[in-house]
C-alpha cells in the first residue's frame, strides 16, 4: 500500500482472504533504510516523526514474516500465504515460510531460474591420482520458468474453472508441473548441505489464444494438490486487490496527510476496523441477486 508522494509513506499488510471477502489483520510501515541514519538531523526527525528507537528500516519480506509470527502468537495459522512477486520473487521469504513449516503459492517472475523434477545431482568419475573426489551437485544449467512451461507444451495446459463471477464463470488453461527452484543461492545450499533440491509446483496461466504463459506461481502444496485447488489459490489476490480499492477509494486509506508513527497506525487501523464492519454487514445481509 502507497500513500500519496506527499508523505512518502509505505504499509505492508497481511490480509485474510477467503472466497467472498478479505480483511486487514495486521500492518506495518515500511521506513526506509536512510532514516537510520546516524546524524543529528535524522535523529530530529524520528523525533518529530515519533519513531520508536526499536523501530527500524526492514526489507518488505522481512516485515512479512514479523507480522506472520505475531499472527502465529496471537494464535492464528495462516493456512496459505499467497503474496505478489515482490515476496515470490525472494528466496529468503519463500524460505522463512518453509522454516515456519507454512505453506505458500506466489506470484513469480518467468525468468526465474529452475530444474526439471527428474534433475538430480551428479557425481563425475574419480580422475586418477590422490586428489579429493569431485563433490555430488548440480551440474546442467537450470532453465527458466519459461522454458520450462514452453517445454512441456501449450497442449499440457488444462481449462479449469475457478469461480463463478458476476458476469459468468471464470475459467482459463493452467500448466502445473513439478519442479526444482535453483537460483544459485539454493544451488550452493544444497552443495553444502548434500540434499536435493525440493521439489515445488510451478503453476502458469495459459490462455488459450496467447503462444506462452502469461502469468506464473511457485507453490510447496504438497504433490497431490489438485490442479483446480492451486488455480483457486493462484486467484485469491484478486479477491484482496478489489477489497484494497475499497479500502482506499470509499474509507480512506491514502489520505493520511499526517507525519508521525502513532498517527499513520491509528489511521490504518480505524480503516482495517471499518472495513471489517462493512464486510461483516455485507456477510450478514448479502445484496439480493438481479432476476434474469
Not at 489459490?233 to 489520505?255: C, N, S, T, V
Request: with cysteine.
Amino acid at each position: 500500500m502507497k500513500l500519496p508522494r506527499a508523505t512518502r509513506q509505505i504499509g505492508v499488510s497481511i490480509n485474510a482472504a477467503g472466497e467472498d471477502a478479505s480483511c486487514p489483520l495486521n500492518w506495518r510501515l515500511f521506513v526506509p533504510e536512510e532514516w537510520d541514519a546516524d546524524s543529528v538531523w535524522n535523529q530530529e526527525r524520528r523525533t518529530q516523526a515519533r519513531l520508536p528507537e526499536d523501530v527500524h528500516h526492514l526489507e518488505k519480506w522481512r516485515l512479512g514474516l514479523v507480522m506472520i509470527d505475531e499472527l502465529i502468537g496471537w494464535g492464528i495459522t495462516p493456512p496459505v500465504i499467497i503474496g505478489d512477486g515482490g515476496y515470490g520473487g525472494t528466496t529468503e521469504f519463500r524460505t522463512g515460510l518453509e522454516q515456519r513449516e507454512l505453506d505458500y503459492l506466489l506470484d513469480v517472475k518467468s525468468a526465474a531460474s529452475a530444474y526439471p523434477e527428474q534433475v538430480k545431482p551428479e557425481q563425475p568419475p574419480r580422475r586418477p591420482g590422490r586428489g579429493r573426489p569431485p563433490s555430488v551437485r548440480y551440474r546442467q544449467d537450470p532453465s527458466s520458468l519459461r522454458q520450462l512451461a514452453l517445454n512441456a507444451g501449450k497442449k499440457a495446459a488444462l481449462s479449469v474453472t475457478w469461480r463463478e463471477g458476476t458476469r459468468g464463470k471464470m475459467s482459463s488453461r493452467f500448466l502445473a508441473l513439478r519442479v526444482r527452484p535453483a537460483n544459485i543461492d539454493l544451488r550452493r545450499q544444497a552443495h553444502r548441505t548434500g540434499e536435493e533440491l525440493p521439489l515445488r509446483w510451478l503453476i502458469c496461466e495459459w490462455p488459450a489464444k496467447e503462444a506462452e504463459p502469461t502469468k506464473y506461481w511457485l507453490s510447496n502444496l504438497p504433490d497431490q494438490t489438485p490442479l483446480r485447488q492451486l488455480v483457486r489459490l493462484a486467484k485469491m489476490r484478486f479477491r484482496i486487490e478489489q477489497d484494497y480499492r475499497e479500502l482506499k477509494d470509499a474509507l480512506g486509506l491514502d489520505h493520511f496527510e499526517g507525519r508521525s508513527y502513532p498517527g499513520w497506525n491509528h489511521h490504518v487501523t480505524l480503516v482495517s476496523v471499518a472495513h471489517a464492519f462493512l464486510t461483516l454487514e455485507r456477510r450478514r445481509r448479502p445484496p439480493a441477486r438481479a432476476a434474469a
